[in-house]
Nanobody
Framework: QVQLVESGGGLVQPGGSLRLSCAAS????????MGWYRQAPGAQRELVAT???????NIADSVKGRFTISRNNAKTAVELQMNSLKPEDTAVYYC??????????WGQGTQVTVSS
């Protein structure tokens, strides 16, 4: 089992920045991909960015050039730097980890609100 805890959400004005962090614990040796998803009210959960150890980084077109995902080699943390935030970025942001043997883990989510 893998446990994920997100932090760093909050209220920010349009054009501002936030940095989200996700800390992983438990069977971290099994993790091969971590990333961020988001869900706005009334919308489906969507991919924001993922990183695979020894593999590609994927970033949604809607945030490309504004958001950056980073991770540590120990597979214990992944971060999302969000710049030039827009009101449409308002959502609950979830951390997700994929592990060997079909492991699929989610954090509890952190609210990001972009509003003046």
């Amino acid at each position: 089992q893998v446990q994920l805890v997100e932090s760093g959400g909050g209220l920010v004005q349009p054009g501002g920045s936030l940095r989200l962090s996700c800390a992983a614990s438990g069977s971290i040796f099994s993790i091969y991909t971590m990333g961020w998803y988001r869900q706005a009210p009334g919308a489906q959960r969507e991919l924001v960015a993922t990183v695979t150890w020894g593999g590609p980084t994927n970033i949604a077109d809607s945030v490309k050039g504004r958001f950056t995902i980073s991770r540590n080699n120990a597979k214990t943390a992944v971060e999302l730097q969000m710049n030039s935030l827009k009101p449409e970025d308002t959502a609950v942001y979830y951390c997700r980890a994929l592990g060997d043997g079909g492991g699929d883990y989610w954090g509890q989510g952190t609210q990001v609100t972009v509003s003046s």
